[in-house]
């Protein structure tokens, strides 16, 4: 159907306007100044449906480029199924995630890809793509990094931390960073010195200290910086490009800042959680309160000030991209596990319905500006995992993933209100955002719209993805 977005604020990365939005189909048809007849006939009066945005902003949808859905991790699975987490990203905005196939030591990476397109075909409200996590790279998984090229899988996920389960030995990141090099893909890293941490771990529980903040306590800032500057070095020596995940330390940032200031190849991701929450805050919290915001890397102090330099990296671009890492677990008999043994908490925060308006409120309290916020959620993520000229921009051409977002609205967030996630809390409980999505399309069907889900199961595509538009 023909739908037209009228009397919106547009914004992009580049800037603001006054548009009309004219979707025919899947795509954008067209953006006009409002009162514009260019193309000669009466659009209001031509389309079969007309979204009237006044007072508001007309954005390109969310893309989370960190999920997990259905992930198996510590003995258990996350919540959300693909159905359910898509369909809470809809609920808030976000209108394409990246999620992770996921390969371990002694499994074919092909074999592992083809689990999660089954799990996820059919199934999601919006569109997919995937990134692969290689943790066993040998010879036969170093050949599937070019095999997945063809099929859309452009980049890789190794980890630095989780001895026995996903860790790479500084040989084997040599080994997968030298193929990226020769097929234009990108290495995504964990970056946290998991052997140490592991001894700290294992220190911190005989010594009787088994409190959810010793999580945190023993992932100190050390092992994220260390982590980090090492697997820059790996990818200098190789000269493949290299995407730090999840970062968390102010120090960490800073050594990717450095690299980048000397023209290296290098980006990090941050996450809500690492904006807003701290080990003071919320894992602190009495009893066993504290599980429900345990994850990786780790809640960093308040006190240390963390938060405030991350926003401040996003302003400098030495932090380029805001995904979630949503990886979900419920309080009850999945977090309860390491009742008693901090190291048996899954972890993970469920966030994927919550971050573009939590970015927002950094808007609405002047840390970021309005474009920076279209930048670093949607158009950045597009351009950095090849889903450019289809994601991440209202253009003509585009896919009509369009959100209408109403500045003057009020979201409550907490399980009882917002919550759409398959979670039996909420990390984001009683956070109160000055913004509200009011209406979310995608490829130009309106799935969420006057506080009400309209899409269906199956409304997602799997996406192939080219490379990097950072790397060509």
């Known amino acids: 159907m023909t739908i037209l977005i009228k009397n919106g604020t547009v914004v992009t990365a580049q800037g603001s306007m006054q548009a009309d939005v004219l979707i025919d189909g899947e795509t954008i048809a067209a953006v006009l100044a409002p009162g514009d007849n260019a193309l000669g006939v009466d659009l209001a009066a031509s389309a079969e449906r007309v979204i009237d945005a006044t007072g508001k902003y007309v954005v390109p949808g969310g893309i989370d480029g960190h999920t997990h859905m259905e992930m198996p991790f510590g003995g258990t699975v996350a919540s959300d199924s693909f159905e359910t987490g898509t369909r809470a990203a809809a609920w808030g905005g976000t209108t394409t995630i990246i999620d992770f196939a996921v390969q371990k030591q002694g499994e074919r990476v092909q074999d592992c890809l083809a689990a999660w397109h089954e799990k996820a075909a059919g199934n999601c409200a919006i569109d997919y793509g995937f990134h692969q996590v290689v943790g066993g790279v040998d010879s036969e998984s170093l050949k599937a990094m070019d095999e997945l090229i063809d099929e859309g899988v452009t980049t890789f996920k190794l980890f630095m931390a989780y001895p026995g389960v996903f860790l790479s030995s500084d040989g084997q990141i040599l080994q997968a960073m030298q193929q990226a090099a020769g097929n234009g893909s990108m290495i995504m890293m964990h970056a946290e010195n998991g052997s140490a941490i592991d001894v700290l771990v294992a220190q911190a529980i005989a010594e009787g200290n088994t409190d959810p903040k010793y999580h945190s306590l023993t992932r100190p800032w050390e092992t994220e910086a260390e982590a980090t500057n090492r697997a820059i070095m790996l990818a200098r020596m190789t000269g493949a490009p290299l995407y730090i995940v999840h970062m968390s330390a ?12 000397e023209g290296w190849n290098v980006f990090g991701e941050t996450c809500p959680q690492y904006l807003y929450l701290s080990l003071e805050d919320q894992l602190s919290q009495p009893g066993f309160e504290g599980a429900k915001w345990v994850c990786s890397t780790p809640l960093r102090s308040k006190a240390e000030k963390h938060q405030d330099e991350l926003w401040r990296y996003l302003r400098t671009n030495d932090l380029s ?152």
């Not at 102010?250 to 200031?261: E, M």
């Open 250 to 261: 102010k120090q960490a940032v800073a050594v990717l800042q450095a690299n980048r200031d």
């Open 321 to 472: 991209v805001i995904s979630t890492d949503h990886c979900p677990f419920c309080f009850k008999e999945q977090k309860e596990m390491g009742l008693g043994d901090f190291s048996k908490i899954p972890n993970g925060i469920g966030s994927v319905e919550h971050r573009m308006d939590l970015i927002f409120q950094g808007v609405v309290e002047g840390k970021i500006s309005l474009e920076r916020w279209v930048e670093l959620c949607s158009t950045t993520p597009a351009r950095m995992f090849g889903l450019y000229g289809r994601k991440g921009a209202i253009a003509p051409g585009f896919d009509a993933d369009v959100v209408v977002y109403d500045p003057t609205g009020r979201t409550e967030i907490g399980f009882h209100k917002t919550h759409h996630m398959n979670m039996d809390h909420s990390a984001w409980e009683g956070f109160v955002i000055d913004g509200h999505v009011d209406t979310v399309l995608s490829r130009g069907k309106v799935i969420i719209d006057d506080n009400a889900y309209h899409g269906t199961a199956g409304d997602g595509h799997f996406l192939k993805r080219g490379l990097s538009q950072y790397l060509i």
